[in-house]
């Protein structure tokens, strides 16, 4: 059994436990919320046994062999350098951290420490996007991914009134490219490796941050477009176009379905039947990590992870979202 912390009381905090617990190896122990009411009260929802105001005395206490971070973006690095220095294995939302710098600075922890140390990205974890990988060569040659992820936030609505909730704030080290961007981006480096060029574009809202943006990444025989937003919606799938066909993925942040068609007229359905709870398979593979004394995941590896974090660091240098954490 594998004892877990988690850092965060928020909706993808309930969510992690709700997929965690259908797992046999998963035990929630403690959780960590700022304020000792709030620790209590998401401690009684979800059956921990002990609650913390701080994480060094969680990491000390003798009752976690695992953490799951779920805090705001800012805060990921210093938490999980935190919780590793202790021995702890962590399971990091995304994106890692604010920028590559402090996800260099991470994975070089865990590596000195030997603990297991996996970015938190669902999508490049299920089932079906497994199946993807492995078939991607039936397109022959590659020439564009298409990575579209965008999702009318409704804390806009707030941002449109005067209120800006974290979801805009530059201090938490958010914007539509952390939260949603990356999830059509790490799928990219998962499948075809680190990008030659990038050239990005965006809406830069009032407070800071971008509210929608798009990117054009150059490979040698290929090209990537992305486009996302928290601004707007959109209903178009995300593509893989090659030579000898294309394939088309229902949603790349939590790719479901997926269909190859040929040149020649013939179409062949690759999804695969997965865990409704998306969350599932991030952390069965987590726990299969530590159970079998692997330090980190072939896919959501830490190669894989800092070239995403110097991809976006790159993209944001160039649509000028800076973060109080590049200081």
Not at 19 to 42: H, I, N, P
Not at 167 to 186: E, I, R, T
Not at 288 to 303: A, Q, R
């Amino acid at each position: 059994m594998i004892r877990f912390g988690v850092i965060g009381t928020n909706w993808i905090t309930e969510r992690f436990i709700d997929a965690a617990k259908e797992l046999d190896d998963f035990s929630l122990t403690s959780v960590y919320s700022r304020t000792e009411e709030k620790a209590r009260e998401f401690a009684h929802k979800t059956g921990a046994s002990f609650t913390f105001t701080s994480i060094e005395e969680m990491a000390k206490s003798n009752e976690i062999d695992a953490v799951y971070i779920a805090s705001p973006n800012s805060f990921h690095h210093d938490q999980a350098i935190l919780c590793m220095k202790h021995g702890i294995h962590v399971l990091c939302e995304k994106p890692l951290a604010s920028n590559a710098a402090e996800v260099e600075n991470m994975i070089k922890t865990a590596q000195e420490q030997k603990v297991v140390f996996m970015e938190a990205m669902k999508a490049t974890l299920l089932p079906t996007f497994l199946n993807i990988k492995e078939n991607v060569h039936k397109l022959g040659t590659v020439r564009r991914y298409v990575g579209n992820y965008c999702q009318y936030s409704s804390r806009y609505d707030a941002f449109k009134e005067g209120t800006v909730l974290n979801a805009f704030n530059p201090k938490f080290s958010n914007g539509a490219l952390m939260d949603l961007g990356v999830y059509c981006l790490y799928p990219l480096v998962v499948l075809f490796g680190q990008p030659k060029s990038v050239k990005a574009e965006a809406t830069m809202l009032s407070s800071g941050v971008d509210g929608q943006g798009s990117i054009i990444l150059t490979y040698e025989d290929m090209e990537a477009v992305i486009t996302y937003s928290k601004i707007t919606n959109s209903s178009l799938p995300s593509e893989i176009q090659g030579e000898e066909g294309n394939m088309v993925i229902d949603e790349i942040h939590t790719p479901k379905k997926a269909h190859i068609y040929y040149r020649n007229g013939e179409q062949e359905d690759i999804s695969v039947e997965q865990n409704e709870k998306a969350m599932y398979a991030e952390t069965q593979e987590f726990l299969t990590l530590i159970k079998e004394g692997h330090l980190e995941s072939k896919v959501n590896s830490h190669k894989n992870s800092l070239i995403t974090a110097k991809v976006l660091t790159d993209i944001r240098k160039q649509i000028g979202l800076v973060f109080p954490a590049d200081q």
